[in-house]
């Protein structure tokens, strides 16, 4: 539980730096590339969101994070939660955004509702390096989804697991409430 607390802690002072020389170092304001092409930022959600960090070649807990947040928008859809998913590449190099936008196609993502997303790789490298997401022996296997508030702003970590759906959900509704 400290372990979270600490990474929520330094998430919230990345979403809260002073702009240095008229640029924003919010991790807000980061840029990013859906799968339709349109950019956008996590201030641009203005909705609850839970993101996850995941790379399209890896075999081991990425597609496990893939599949729970597909079972998650449909749970979110039914339950009329207005909330957004957020998959975000780990590997910014090769997951330019169309190989996300293939991803996103091959889950039947609705980018209204699931945003799958990439961008220049320095700029998404600062997104994981304000999310805390670490590589280790050159590979990335995080295993957490970071659910934000409508402003953008962390509010949760959640281990994923064979219930993490059900728990952001509860999270998201949450959050929607206000």
């Not at 929520?8 to 170092?25: D, H, K």
């Not at 996300?100 to 699931?114: L, P, Q, T, V, Y």
Request: net charge positive; proline share 4%.
């Amino acid at each position: 539980m400290r372990t979270i607390a600490l990474v929520l802690t330094a998430l919230a002072l990345a979403c809260g730096t002073p702009a240095a020389a008229g640029t924003s170092r919010d991790a807000r304001d980061v840029p990013l590339v859906d799968q339709n092409g349109a950019a956008f930022t996590l201030r641009d959600l203005h909705r609850p969101t839970a993101v996850i960090f995941v790379a399209t070649r890896c075999g081991d807990a990425c597609p496990i994070a893939e599949a729970l947040f597909s079972k998650l928008s449909d749970e979110l859809a039914r339950a009329h939660v207005d909330a957004r998913l957020l998959t975000v590449t780990l590997d910014p190099d090769f997951d330019r955004p169309i190989v996300m936008a293939s991803k996103a196609r091959a889950f039947r993502a609705d980018a209204s509702r699931w945003r799958w997303a990439s961008g220049n790789p320095d700029d998404v490298r600062r997104l994981l390096g304000a999310f805390n997401v670490a590589r280790l022996d050159d590979k990335f296997h995080g295993t957490f989804a970071y659910v934000l508030d409508a402003r953008g702003l962390p509010t949760r970590l959640v281990m994923l697991s064979t219930s993490a759906d059900r728990e952001l959900l509860g999270f998201l509704r949450a959050a929607q409430r206000g």
